[in-house]
């Protein structure tokens, strides 16, 4: 770690950008390419490494575009439209296959040749989908927690269920040949091409599983293809990454790369003035003009693919009823939270889609009206009498999260609710079903241009909120199989906006808050461009000092 002296505080306080050096390692005399530190609020929740294992907002910075790579992969810098990745094209064969060459000569970390061999076993049973079949929509159980050591390769429970989440009807991979694969469902899908290019379908090295002593093991250090490689991970403290030389996109810009944890918002910006870190991440809108006083450093970010959310357990006897979980919509004051909290520099989005679905967006829709006395008027409905509902809450794990559950306490009060936020340590207390589980917070993101990457995928009958216990609809996930299945767009289209009725109106499985934003500070003197995404691109191209 570096450590300010008090000459490089007073000299970076006084705004003087010519004062900042980035530190430099010495391993050979020909390498002089720099370290950075990274302030980060998280590095992961699931104190793994596992792509599927660990499916959040803090993974996606620390294995994008650094760790993990796709076949289909996105422009990072640009507006996440897709790219050739690990493959170099593809094609449709049918309704039901896709056909992708392999880039010849990429290496995995550990030297080896990626080949279709490691392609099919990246989507075998044994590294992803265990015991379960395509085709079967109910509901697959699992609950969040930390995995514990194991002695083999047992897959934890969330792996195989993010697995069909993410593929719920592919029967297998094939080889073509060395350099080709193809990828086999076993019904219709318009959007396998997305699915392949979506957070959790990447590649790794069969030799690398083969050879980890555990699943854990592996887990904490996973054989990928990315331009930087695993050196030391410290769960809950720091993960450590090194340039990867043989990276078949270009010799990598920076020597390491530290993710530090840091949970508290001042002290990532006080180690970034201090010069402790380079970057600082989860910045609150409130916080970047202050930084921005300062000349050496600039705030980059905005918003991105992702939307928060109030998300309800119906479990909860104060919850079961539709009239109770309606009424909470109605109380929300979304555009005084972005105009109070994000000044501004977010917006209210229309439900839980984004406009690059095309045609599928629904132009039309909005989120529940702010409207108290209609609130009111449903907890009349609903027979409340005024019981505690608990909010589980987590400190500041998105960006004014403890702010926004303040205010929205105080908006549920002003209609009668008496709704009590409950302090939890991480997500496995938030997760946990107890009786105490009514209300928490999450957010959503869509992985690709279509509604299966978001509202399917994480409310459907197994996204992650059914598979936690907290909601089922019979007529939404009716829909939802009819999303993932048919190639009819404008049929799709009307079942889309039936399921977001059901789901953000009529039985509330959660309701929008506003568009998530994220942003990062840095020393203006490196040259390095956001992406708009919470992912942090630190390849050739994309860092100079």
């Known amino acids: 770690m570096i450590r300010p002296t008090r000459r490089s505080l007073l000299s970076l306080g006084a705004g003087a950008a010519g004062a900042f050096v980035l530190p430099r390692i010495s391993i050979g005399q020909a390498d002089n390419r720099p370290s950075i530190n990274i302030a980060v609020q998280k590095v992961t929740n699931s104190n793994t490494l596992d792509v599927l294992r660990e499916q959040s907002n803090v993974g996606e910075r620390v294995f994008f575009s650094s760790l993990w790579e796709a076949l289909i992969s996105k422009n990072w810098r640009g507006d996440l439209s897709v790219r050739p990745g690990l493959a170099t094209e593809w094609r449709r064969v049918d309704d039901q296959t896709v056909e992708l060459k392999l880039r010849q000569g990429v290496k995995f970390h550990n030297g080896d040749e990626m080949t279709a061999e490691d392609v099919i076993f990246s989507f075998s049973r044994e590294r992803m989908f265990a015991s379960t079949e395509a085709k079967n929509r109910s509901t697959i159980k699992a609950f969040e927690q930390i995995p514990a050591p194991r002695p ?22 094939e080889a073509v040949d060395k350099y080709t694969v193809r990828f086999v469902n076993a019904t219709p899908d318009v959007t396998l091409e997305g699915r392949l290019s979506r957070y959790g379908s990447d590649i790794m090295s069969r030799r690398g599983w083969e050879e980890a002593a555990s699943y854990l093991d592996w887990a904490r250090k996973p054989i ?5 490689k695993v050196v030391e991970f410290r769960p809950d403290v720091s993960l450590t990454l090194e340039a990867h030389d043989e990276y078949w996109g270009g010799r990598p810009p920076i ?12 002290s990532r910006v006080n180690g970034l003035v201090s010069g402790q870190y380079q970057f600082a991440c989860d910045i609150p809108p409130d916080q970047i003009t202050g930084i921005e006083k300062n000349a050496a450093f600039e705030v980059q970010g905005g918003t991105i693919m992702n939307h928060r959310l109030t998300v309800f357990d119906k479990n909860h006897p104060q919850l079961a009823n539709p009239l109770m979980r309606r009424a909470f919509t109605h109380a929300i004051d979304r555009q005084a939270i972005v105009d109070s909290l994000w000044a501004g520099r977010t917006r209210v989005p229309r439900g839980l889609q984004w406009e690059f679905y095309a045609d599928m967006y629904q132009s039309d829709w909005t989120v529940p009206e702010y409207n108290p006395k209609t609130a009111q008027d449903l907890l009349k409905q609903a027979n409340y009498k005024g019981d505690p509902i ?57 992985p690709f241009n279509d509604p299966v990457s978001s509202l399917v995928a994480q409310h459907g009958p197994n996204g992650q909120q059914q598979q936690i216990g907290e909601f089922t609809n019979a007529e939404a996930n ?58 942090m691109d630190f390849r050739a191209g994309n860092f100079e000092v």
């Open 224 to 228: 990928t293809t990315g331009p930087y």
């Open 255 to 266: 020597k390491r790369i530290r993710f530090v944890e840091v949970p508290e918002v001042s």
């Open 390 to 446: 608990p909010y589980r809450l987590l400190n500041n794990y998105y960006t004014n999260q403890v702010a926004t559950a303040q205010v929205l306490v105080e908006m549920w009060k002003a209609v009668g609710l008496n709704v009590q936020i409950e302090t939890k340590e991480n997500w496995t207390q938030i997760m946990e079903r107890t009786p105490t589980r009514a209300v928490r917070d999450w957010s959503n993101s869509a």
């Open 478 to 535: 009716k829909l939802a199989e009819f999303l993932e299945t048919s190639t009819d767009r404008a049929a799709r289209r009307t079942a889309f906006r039936r399921m977001l009725e059901i789901c953000e109106r009529e039985d509330p499985a959660y309701t929008v808050l506003h568009q998530n934003a994220t942003f990062t500070a840095k020393p203006k003197s490196i040259k390095w461009k956001a992406a708009p995404a919470f992912a």
């Open 152 to 173: 083999g390769k047992e897959l934890p429970a969330e792996v195989p269920a993010a697995a069909r989440r993410i593929w719920p009807d592919l029967i297998r991979v």
